[in-house]
């Protein structure tokens, strides 16, 4: 090998090792700084991944655990549950509904069958018609919700069965037409409602609820 070899061959390796210089101090930080989230829509291989709720309004249409990551506004229904087996997670956030007419913060609805396997904690849901509608859904968990200041009432249900409502605050729901409620139930059972805070729903000259 002569002299003009040695010097390419040793020129080829001080090019890659300041390339792999280069990929380690400027490529890797930008790739581990990067924000990830994941679209409700997309699918996702492995399963123990969440769901990133950061728009609204959403339909969920995929079983999955989902989280929301900040509080949020919006003027229409802003979450729809239409598959079972799913998980919403508010990391104690908000959803405000700015008093839409006929807008409701988490709407579950079964159409043929009933829904099963849901679970609702750790967000707080105000100023919407309604807080949360369940109609035709079992096995439901609902757990560190605030239903606050809803026009129509914080919490609905109906064709329903086996929910669990613990830990919960249920306050201010009411509107001066048809004086609203804090909770109404209908052709439901086994619904077992523990440990919840209700007080100030229904218009002053109703019973509360």
Same mark, same amino acid.
């Given at each position: 090998?002569?002299?003009?070899? &040695? ?34 829509? &997309?699918?996702?291989?492995? &399963?123990? $991944? ?66 099963? $396997? ?8 105000? &100023? ?15 757990? $560190? ?65």
């Amino acid at each position: 090998m002569n002299m003009r070899q &040695e010097i390419s061959w040793e020129k080829q390796i001080t090019y890659l090792a300041l390339g792999a210089l280069w990929i380690t101090l400027f490529l890797f930080p930008i790739i581990a700084s990067a924000d990830v989230n994941i679209s409700v829509n &997309e699918s996702v291989d492995d &399963e123990s $991944n969440p769901f990133i709720i950061d728009k609204f309004p959403v339909i969920i249409e995929k079983p999955g655990d989902y989280y929301l990551t900040s509080s949020f506004t919006s003027n229409n229904t802003s979450i729809s549950i239409r598959t079972s087996d799913v998980s919403i997670n508010g990391m104690g956030n908000s959803i405000g509904g700015n008093y839409s007419a006929g807008a409701i913060g988490i709407d579950v609805a079964g159409s043929l069958i009933q829904l099963q $396997n849901i679970t609702l904690k750790n967000i707080t849901l105000q &100023e919407f018609d309604i807080g949360i509608n369940c109609d035709l859904v079992s096995d439901c968990s609902i757990s $560190n919700v605030s239903l606050i200041s809803n026009l129509r009432a914080g919490f609905q249900a109906a064709n329903s069965s086996s929910f669990l409502f613990t830990d919960n605050k249920v306050k201010k729901n009411y509107n001066d037409v048809t004086g609203g409620y804090g909770i109404t139930v209908t052709n439901s059972h086994n619904m077992i409602f523990k440990n919840n805070l209700v007080n100030g729903n229904g218009k002053s000259d109703k019973s509360k609820s």
